[in-house]
């Protein structure tokens, strides 16, 4: 059964790392990161990590109209760096064939205060369900231990002691694993 929890435990780990290519980004980037005017417009790539020397080389050339040394590294995660990119807004969409072409992911991102405080709200929201769906869980599977599994306190056998532990992935989904006191 230790095993059970460990694996579910490493899948919920890897899930809780979402790599920038599909990732919200709304966390990553901060007001002052982006840029929109009625001439000028900043883009979000996603660069491999291994092409992040050819990305800082190259980002200025791809097309006549990019603002040189206007990129910046936001974040990095095991695959990927996010980098900023300053431009004419007419030259956006050419912008992003060329580095497309290069093997770069230029991501659509808008970036507005409310949708933040919006999402801000929806994941507290989520989180306070999350601990309500725990604790329900949690309630009803010591409830099971009471009525149906052997307890030394409730006259069972050998001492064995059931210990009930709640297991949650990232995904939402809830287990529940009856383990023995004992190992």
Same mark, same amino acid.
């Given at each position: +059964?230790?095993?059970? +929890?460990?694996?579910?435990?490493?899948?919920?780990?890897?899930?809780?790392?979402?790599?920038?290519?599909?990732? @919200?980004?709304?966390?990553?980037?901060?007001?002052?990161?982006?840029?929109?005017?009625?001439?000028?417009?900043?883009?979000?790539?996603?660069?491999?990590? /291994?092409?992040?020397?050819?990305?800082?080389?190259? /980002?200025?050339?791809?097309?006549?109209?990019?603002?040189?040394?206007?990129?910046?590294?936001?974040?990095?995660?095991?695959?990927?760096?996010?980098?900023?990119?300053?431009?004419?807004?007419? @030259?956006? @969409?050419? !912008?992003?064939?060329?580095?497309? @072409?290069?093997? !770069?992911?230029?991501?659509? !991102?808008? /970036?507005?205060?409310?949708?933040?405080?919006?999402?801000?709200?929806?994941?507290?929201?989520? +989180?306070?369900?999350?601990?309500?769906?725990?604790?329900?869980?949690?309630?009803?599977? +010591?409830?099971l231990r009471g009525d149906h599994l052997p307890s030394p306190i409730a006259g069972g056998d050998g001492g064995f002691g059931c210990i009930c532990q709640v297991v949650m992935e990232c995904g939402g989904g809830f287990g529940v694993v009856v383990t023995s006191g004992d190992g």
């Open positions: +059964m230790r095993s059970v +929890m460990e694996g579910n435990k490493e899948k919920g780990a890897e899930r809780e790392i979402r790599s920038l290519a599909v990732c @919200d980004l709304s966390n990553l980037v901060k007001p002052q990161d982006i840029i929109i005017t009625e001439h000028l417009t900043t883009l979000l790539a996603i660069v491999p990590k /291994y092409s992040q020397k050819d990305w800082l080389s190259s /980002y200025k050339t791809l097309t006549a109209y990019v603002v040189p040394r206007s990129s910046m590294k936001l974040h990095e995660d095991n695959e990927y760096a996010l980098y900023t990119v300053t431009l004419f807004s007419h @030259d956006a @969409d050419n !912008f992003r064939t060329k580095a497309r @072409d290069r093997g !770069f992911q230029i991501r659509d !991102f808008e /970036y507005n205060s409310e949708t933040q405080e919006s999402r801000k709200q929806e994941l507290e929201k989520l +989180m306070q369900d999350q601990e309500t769906l725990r604790n329900s869980l949690c309630n009803g599977a +010591m409830q």
